[in-house]
């Protein structure tokens, strides 16, 4: 599976859109992106995946760049409840060998008021 | 409600013992997971099993056990050999060919 890099924090006003950047500039043809998240001490939540059209749901919306080396998810109209840390993670959707996520640290997305 | 549930939430036991911690969950989904968290990092895979009777090690799995007997139950036994067992445990299910993993809430595991 293709590594992704994240930065470590971000902040964003409450309110305001949250643009969360992920660079993935080994994936391969047959691999999605995929969003998680995780509110502290709980288990993470899966928020969104596409595979190159930009993607956009109740949560969030995903957009992956043409050559499909980096995305950002856009929270909209962040909030408190938002605050949370963020994984990007790229894999095999449809696979035999398992459907493994491979978390890596993620970015701590702090929601202000 | 369908979901997954572990219990307990929080578990303590002395060094040297084996501790067992529950994940069920009622989605019909045929994998499912354990993942181990430490303070600030992410998620690492111990065990994964994707049929009944059927289970494979992930990333760090010395020093743990599971077992599937239950479509609906995949038991992790954190054994005596487990050097640092105090962690964040995590439980998750898909169904096999999709790939959205569905997280339980967690055990948080001290072992004094």
């Known amino acids: 599976d293709a590594k992704t890099t994240q930065p470590p924090s971000m902040d964003c006003a409450e309110g305001r859109a949250a643009n969360l950047p992920c660079n993935h500039s080994t994936i391969s043809g047959n691999e999605y992106v995929y969003w998680y998240r995780q509110i502290h001490s709980q288990g993470p939540q899966y928020i969104i995946h596409?595979?190159?059209n930009n993607e956009t749901n109740e949560m969030a919306s995903l957009i992956i760049t043409e050559d499909r080396k980096s995305s950002t998810l856009i929270l909209p109209h962040a909030t408190l409840r938002d605050t949370a840390v963020y994984y990007c993670?790229?894999?095999?959707?449809?696979?035999?060998?398992?459907?493994?996520?491979?978390f890596g640290g993620g970015t701590r997305l702090m929601v202000k008021p | 409600d369908g979901g997954i549930t572990q219990s307990p939430k929080y578990l303590f036991r002395k060094e040297g013992q084996n501790v067992t911690l529950s994940c069920e969950q009622n989605?019909?989904?045929?994998?499912m997971y354990w993942y181990r968290q430490d303070p600030g990092q992410g998620l690492r895979l111990i065990y994964y099993s994707q049929i009944v009777n059927d289970f494979q090690k992930g990333d760090i799995a010395e020093g743990y056990s599971v077992s599937r007997e239950k479509k609906e139950s995949f038991p992790l036994t954190v054994t005596s050999a487990q050097k640092n067992p105090t962690a964040f445990y995590l439980c998750?299910?898909?169904?096999?060919?999709?790939?959205?993993?569905?997280f339980g809430p967690g055990t948080r595991l001290t072992v004094l």
């Open positions: 993670i790229v894999r095999v959707a449809h696979g035999n060998a398992g459907n493994m996520l491979t």
């Open positions: 998750a299910s898909s169904l096999p060919s999709y790939n959205e993993q569905f």
């Open positions: 989605l019909n989904h045929d994998a």
């Open positions: 596409g595979l190159k």
